[in-house]
């Protein structure tokens, strides 16, 4: 059996835990620079807010319902995140982190009968743990439970745990559920699937394998078999190594000069060495990219991307933050507004498989030493308690008007109790 814990509303359950004045709120998480809704509690749904929607677009249900509005604090939702499957890794011995708010559970060896009050008490135990509300479903394969753990969200009774195993239960979810809800349904093949008649699941899944795999190829056929009770997705015991780590980020305002750009290269490309020295892999390839507002039709117009080439795979914080110096320098235009900048990090591999070359001058060893204790000041002070002087700060760049504080990783912005 397969079991999906899913966090409720993870971002808006994240601001509820440190401010209980937001509970039986309406409550919205926005996006980059303030931008759009990224997340919504109950009550923001039930007014009619959408996934997506800009907030200029809602600033009168704002007022009209007194909708509680919050800056994304990602640093707080990573950590809360780590907290809960920190909890689940107590209670299973094999779980999937699928995503920041998701995990896959393999839960072979209980008893059937007992998978419904095992899931009720491990929803109870992380809600105790981290305050986070979740949703666990448990089914004959990950697709099943997938909709398993939807069915905990519609329906309170089910006590945030939905055991979804006998046939004839199936039989009548899937006959209710929209194809284009079930995990593996894009749009293009919900289109298609509408304009064949195909609305809910339990249609899907009576249609033959061969009318599936002409149409929908293999992945269609996973999906297929999954709602027959067939396992066909794989369980990863260990979560995957990216393959290309990207940070990228929209600016408040239009920046001009180098120098401005200079800073969200440099931090960025820190950050993102970080990420690859987390998952202890290497980058054989270096990308920016600086682009203005495709929306500003008043304005020049200019994109454009470096890139570079290690000889030697690397990891270091400072031969990366040096190759993206000299190619923004080498890209960068006077008298455009720059709206958005990123790196790029790819052709990553293990760092304990890289072929050094001949003519390597770098001192390896001892940039490996120095990014370790970085790392470890950074993990117990708190994030960027050590940067390089280059890296500045962007937070004057970005639109971050409701932003919470870092409760659980800054010390000086930990929760104050007056009693």
Known sequence: MFGLCDCNNFFVSCERVFNPSLEKRPVVVLSNNDGCVVSRSNEAKAIGIKMGQPL?????????????????????????????????????????IYSIDEAFLMLD???????????????????????????????????????????????????????MHRDEDIAKVLGNFAIGDVWGIGRRHNRMLADCGIETAAQ?????????????????????????????????????????????????????????LHETITTFAGIAAEKLRNQKSVAQELQIFILTNRHRDDKPQYYECGQVQ?????????????????????????????????????????????????????????????????DRI?????????????????????????LSPQYTTRWEEILVVKV
């Not at 078999?225 to 290309?244: P, T, V």
């Not at 914080?317 to 000299?326: D, M, P, Q």
């Open 56 to 96: 200029y677009q809602i600033r009168d249900l704002v007022k009209k319902y007194d909708i509680a509005v919050c800056s994304s604090n990602y640093h707080l939702y990573g950590d809360m995140s780590e907290r809960v499957m920190a909890t689940l890794k107590q209670h299973i011995q094999n779980i999937e």
């Open 109 to 163: 060896g209980i008893p059937i009968e007992k998978l419904k009050s095992f899931g009720e008490e491990l929803a109870r135990t992380i809600r105790r743990n981290t305050g986070i509300p979740v949703s666990i479903g448990m089914s004959h394969t990950k697709t099943l439970a997938k909709i398993a753990s939807r069915l905990c969200k519609k329906y309170p009774k089910l006590n945030s745990a939905c055991l």
């Open 204 to 260: 899907f899944k009576g249609l033959s394998r061969e009318w599936v795999q002409n149409r929908m190829g293999i992945t269609g056929v996973r999906t297929w078999q999954e709602l027959h009770g067939i396992s066909s997705i794989e369980f990863s015991h260990e979560q995957a190594d990216k393959q290309s780590i990207t940070v990228s980020r929209s600016f408040a305002k239009e920046l001009y000069e180098l120098e401005e």
């Open 310 to 374: 290690f000889a030697t795979a690397t990891d270091s914080t400072l031969e990366i933050v040096k190759a993206a110096t000299t190619e923004l320098r080498r890209i960068f235009r006077k008298g455009y507004g720059y709206k958005k900048s990123g790196v790029r990090l790819s052709r990553i591999t293990p760092a304990n498989a890289v072929q050094t070359t001949l003519f390597d001058t770098m001192d390896r060893p001892k940039h490996k030493k120095l990014m370790e204790a970085i």
């Open 378 to 402: 950074n993990a117990g002070m708190g994030h960027e308690s050590v940067k390089l002087v280059s890296q500045g700060t962007i937070t004057g760049h970005s639109n971050r008007e409701y």
